[in-house]
């Protein structure tokens, strides 16, 4: 090893984790066998793999010659890197000479690769810590900012390790068969439990970003609750739903109510019949056993919110996120509130797309809705809406004729009205809404108003298991 190669190779008195002799093993054993070109390829993603810049540049002028098209030898190598400039820095026509020289046959690159791999790695993972150390020290720092960076980088560093993107294709026809196999009514994404709906979206799809908006006290977060439900206890999905403006007591009174089909003033009030307690009884055991997470924080930041986002995905527990609304939530800087939420928008669709789940995030609609002679919300309606707009794949509208009517025929009423669709059509979803239960259904048949909730009320599956006493709640 060269003086200067050694003084490179130490980090404030450590090595920094490198092998050249693998290095130019892998460099030689490629202008021995040429056809090896393809499987390093593969493996070595960019040139960094390769601790030496003299390597480094060889690795660079050897993919530019394979993906020219042009044979790969001392010859064609040499003249690649004289015409960048570059042969002289690399040591000229001798050193690649014994690069070639410095290994008898291309037998063992596989192992080369995968030592430069490794080595590569833990030279990331350096240089991540590096910048994370740099910007903790800056007095101006956000932790939870400088937090989510750090959890980014060492998920986007394991992430690629595992990553293997060249596939055969009956490794990509097997699964969609099965997942074919198990939906046969064309259902890909997480159910909501509204048919129509279902339908038209095929369930709630991977790295979505949902906005669902409604004037106030429409029941945009009963919408959320139904759609958190449904895909829980119902399809077993794994939903992490946080909750800025209600506590997380009064979310489980009424997931409660709207299971068991209680009144929910009756059980404020403790006025409840046997039969109504038997059936609060029965829809406690399945609400605790469905994979429902709810964070009630209402400080919450959208930094905090991707590393539990994070946090849960590792674990395996998320399969959809709901926020409870996304105008309470910070950035965490002083800013301009449109710009403000636009980075939050924007950092819902990029946490959408990196956890490759579906996100729902609730919204506020301006007070412009609330004029007199507008029949139905707009795409405009939305506060700060530029950027909300953008980065949503699917916007959605809760509209209930009863708010403003007060009318008896249109208590049950109630539209979901899809007002943006990137990857589909739009549509008005006609549904039915229980106001004693806070929950949406199917829209009720033809001459039905669905008052009772005899049609939606709780069912416990006839499993025959032993119901609690209702003292012990």
Wanted: glycine share 6%; hydrophobic share 40%; proline share 3%.
């Amino acid at each position: 090893m060269s003086a200067i190669e050694e003084q490179q190779s130490n980090f404030e008195g450590r090595q920094v984790p490198m092998d050249l002799d693998a290095e130019r093993c892998l460099l030689g054993g490629i202008l021995r066998d040429p056809e090896v070109m393809g499987n390093a390829i593969m493996t070595i993603k960019d040139e960094a793999f390769f601790y030496l810049e003299k390597h480094q540049l060889v690795w660079r002028a050897l993919t530019e010659l394979n993906r020219n098209v042009v044979p790969i030898d001392l010859v064609t190598l040499a003249a690649e890197l004289e015409t960048k400039g570059k042969l002289q820095l690399v040591g000229g026509r001798e050193y690649l000479f014994e690069l070639m020289e410095s290994v008898a046959s291309s037998a063992n690159v596989e192992w080369h690769m995968e030592l430069l791999r490794k080595k590569a790695v833990l030279r990331k993972l350096i240089k991540m810590s590096n910048s994370v150390i740099k910007s903790a020290m800056d007095p101006s720092a956000a932790p939870d900012e400088v937090l989510s960076v750090a959890e980014r980088d060492v998920m986007a560093i394991a992430d690629d390790q595992v990553r293997d993107s060249l596939k055969s294709i009956d490794q990509f026809v097997s699964p969609l068969l099965q997942r074919l196999n198990e939906r046969k009514d064309g259902i890909t994404g997480i159910r909501t439990g509204i048919t129509e709906l279902d339908e038209l979206t095929n369930g709630l799809q991977r790295s979505d970003l949902i906005i669902l908006a409604a004037r106030p006290g429409v029941g945009k977060t009963s919408f959320a609750m139904t759609i958190a439900a449904n895909a829980a206890i119902r399809y077993n999905q794994n939903v992490a739903f946080f909750s800025l403006e209600m506590d997380g007591m009064q979310l489980a009174q009424r997931l409660l109510c709207s299971q068991a089909a209680i009144d929910q003033s009756k059980l404020r009030n403790g006025y409840l019949s046997s039969d109504e307690k038997k059936k609060l009884i029965a829809a406690v055991s399945p609400i605790n056993q469905a994979p429902l997470f709810v964070d009630d924080n209402a400080d919450l930041g959208i930094m905090e919110l991707m590393s539990k986002a994070r946090q849960l995905k590792r674990k395996g527990k998320l399969d959809l996120l709901i926020i409870d609304y996304l105008q309470l939530m910070k950035t965490g800087k002083e800013e301009n509130r449109a710009v403000a939420i636009g980075a939050i928008s924007r950092g819902l669709k990029i946490l959408a797309k990196e956890m490759q789940i579906p996100v729902i995030a609730l919204a506020q609609l301006s007070r412009k809705v609330e004029e007199k002679g507008r029949e139905r919300p707009q795409l405009s309606d939305l506060r700060e809406s530029g950027s909300i707009e953008q980065d949503a794949d699917m916007v959605w509208f809760v509209e209930r004729p009863y708010v403003q009517t007060h009318r008896d025929e249109d208590r049950f009423k109630a539209t979901l009205i899809v007002a943006k669709h990137r990857n589909g059509s739009v549509k008005d979803i006609p549904m039915t809404f229980i106001p004693e239960y806070t929950t949406f259904y199917d829209a009720a048949p033809e001459g039905q108003d669905g008052g009772d909730g005899g049609a939606y009320a709780y069912d416990d599956g006839g499993d025959g298991g032993a119901a609690p006493d209702f003292a012990d709640f």
